[in-house]
C-alpha cells in the first residue's frame, strides 16, 4: 500500500529549509537521521541545487555533522549528467557553470565545448556576460537547452539569493526561448534515474521537502510517498489553500520518528 512510511526504504531528503537553512542545522535533526539509518533505511540528500559538485557538499554535510558513510548525495547535476550521457551522447555541451562544476562535466565524460550542440545552464555563482552572451548565441541559433532545475531563488537567512529559474527568464527575454528540458525537481528524469539507482520499489521510496512546487510536486510526479514540512518556504495557510498535498504534512522533519 503506498502512503505508509513504514514501508520507506529511503528517504529523499531536500537539504535548504528541510534539514537545515544556510549553516544552521534545525534542532534534533542529527538524532532523526541516526534513528532513521539505526532502522536500516537508506538517506539520500536530494538538491537542485547545481552550484556545487557532490565533493563539495559532501563537505559540507560532514561540517554540518549530518553525514554518514551509508548517505548518498544525488542533485539535479548528477541527474544531467546521466541525461547527457544517455540522450546526447558524443554531443558537444557548453556548460554555463562554476570552474569546479565544469572540471566534474568534464571528469564525468561530458564534452565541454564551445562549438557545442547544446547549452547546459547551472546554478552558475560565477556567471559573467561572457558566459551569458556565448549561451544566448547557441540558444538562438538553435541548439538543445538543458537546464538542471527551475528554482527562481536559493533559500538563505535575510533576502532569497536570484537561482537559475531567474537566469532562464533572462535567456527567456534575450532568445524567446525557454529549456526544452528541465531536469531537477519537479521533474521525474531525476526521479527516474534515481529510482533506477536505489533499485527499490516506488512505494518505498519516500521524499521529503518544504517547497510544494518542486520537492512535493517532484515526488508526486515520481510516484514516490510525500512528506511535506513547514520548517521552510511552506506556510500553513498557504498548504491548505494549495492544489498540491503531500501524503503527510509536519512541522519538521523529526515528525517522521513516529510514522517509521
Ligand atoms: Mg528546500
Given at each position: 500500500?503506498?502512503?505508509?512510511?513504514?514501508?520507506?526504504?529511503?528517504?529523499?531528503?531536500?537539504?535548504?529549509?528541510?534539514?537545515?537553512?544556510?549553516?544552521?542545522?534545525?534542532?534534533?535533526?542529527?538524532?532523526?537521521?541516526?534513528y532513521i539509518r539505526d532502522k536500516g533505511i537508506?538517506?539520500?540528500?536530494?538538491?537542485?541545487?547545481?552550484?556545487?559538485?557532490?565533493?563539495?557538499?559532501?563537505?559540507?554535510?560532514?561540517?554540518?555533522?549530518?553525514?554518514?558513510?551509508?548517505?548518498?548525495?544525488?542533485?539535479?547535476?548528477?541527474?544531467?549528467?546521466?541525461?547527457?550521457?544517455?540522450?546526447?551522447?558524443?554531443?558537444?555541451?557548453?556548460?554555463?557553470?562554476?570552474?569546479?562544476?565544469?572540471?566534474?562535466?568534464?571528469?564525468?565524460?561530458?564534452?565541454?565545448?564551445?562549438?557545442?550542440?547544446?547549452?547546459?545552464?547551472?546554478?552558475?555563482?560565477?556567471?559573467?556576460?561572457?558566459?551569458?552572451?556565448?549561451?544566448?548565441?547557441?540558444?538562438?541559433?538553435?541548439?538543445?537547452?538543458?537546464?538542471?532545475?527551475?528554482?527562481?531563488?536559493?533559500?538563505?537567512?535575510?533576502?532569497?539569493?536570484?537561482?537559475?529559474?531567474?537566469?532562464?527568464?533572462?535567456?527567456?527575454?534575450?532568445?524567446?526561448?525557454?529549456?526544452?528540458?528541465?531536469?531537477?525537481?519537479?521533474?521525474?528524469?531525476?526521479?527516474?534515474?534515481?529510482?533506477?539507482?536505489?533499485?527499490?520499489?516506488?512505494?518505498?521510496?519516500?521524499?521529503?521537502?518544504?517547497?510544494?512546487?518542486?520537492?512535493?510536486?517532484?515526488?508526486?510526479?515520481?510516484?514516490?510517498?510525500?512528506?511535506?514540512?513547514?520548517?521552510?518556504?511552506?506556510?500553513?495557510?498557504?498548504?491548505?489553500?494549495?492544489?498540491?498535498?503531500?501524503?503527510?504534512?509536519?512541522?519538521?522533519?523529526?515528525?517522521?520518528?513516529?510514522?517509521i
Amino acid at each position: 500500500m503506498k502512503n505508509d512510511l513504514k514501508q520507506t526504504k529511503a528517504f529523499l531528503f531536500d537539504l535548504d529549509g528541510t534539514l537545515y537553512l544556510g549553516n544552521n542545522v534545525f534542532d534534533g535533526v542529527k538524532e532523526t537521521l541516526d534513528y532513521i539509518r539505526d532502522k536500516g533505511i537508506k538517506i539520500v540528500y536530494l538538491t537542485n541545487n547545481s552550484s556545487k559538485t557532490e565533493k563539495e557538499y559532501k563537505a559540507k554535510l560532514i561540517r554540518l555533522g549530518l553525514f554518514d558513510k551509508r548517505d548518498i548525495i544525488y542533485s539535479s547535476l548528477d541527474a544531467s549528467i546521466e541525461y547527457i550521457t544517455e540522450m546526447l551522447s558524443g554531443k558537444k555541451i557548453y556548460a554555463v557553470a562554476t570552474k569546479k562544476v565544469a572540471k566534474y562535466l568534464k571528469k564525468a565524460g561530458i564534452n565541454l565545448s564551445g562549438k557545442a550542440d547544446a547549452v547546459l545552464v547551472t546554478f552558475d555563482t560565477e556567471l559573467n556576460y561572457k558566459k551569458i552572451e556565448k549561451a544566448n548565441d547557441l540558444i538562438v541559433k538553435g541548439a538543445t537547452y538543458i537546464a538542471t532545475h527551475p528554482d527562481k531563488t536559493c533559500p538563505k537567512e535575510g533576502v532569497y539569493s536570484p537561482d537559475l529559474g531567474s537566469f532562464i527568464e533572462m535567456f527567456k527575454a534575450s532568445s524567446n526561448k525557454y529549456p526544452d528540458i528541465i531536469i531537477g525537481k519537479p521533474n521525474a528524469v531525476m526521479g527516474d534515474y534515481l529510482y533506477k539507482k536505489l533499485n527499490l520499489r516506488r512505494e518505498e521510496i519516500t521524499m521529503v521537502g518544504d517547497r510544494l512546487s518542486t520537492d512535493i510536486a517532484f515526488g508526486i510526479n515520481s510516484g514516490f510517498n510525500t512528506v511535506l514540512v513547514f520548517s521552510g518556504e511552506t506556510e500553513k495557510d498557504a498548504y491548505a489553500k494549495s492544489d498540491i498535498k503531500a501524503d503527510f504534512a509536519l512541522d519538521t522533519v523529526n515528525g517522521i520518528k513516529e510514522l517509521i
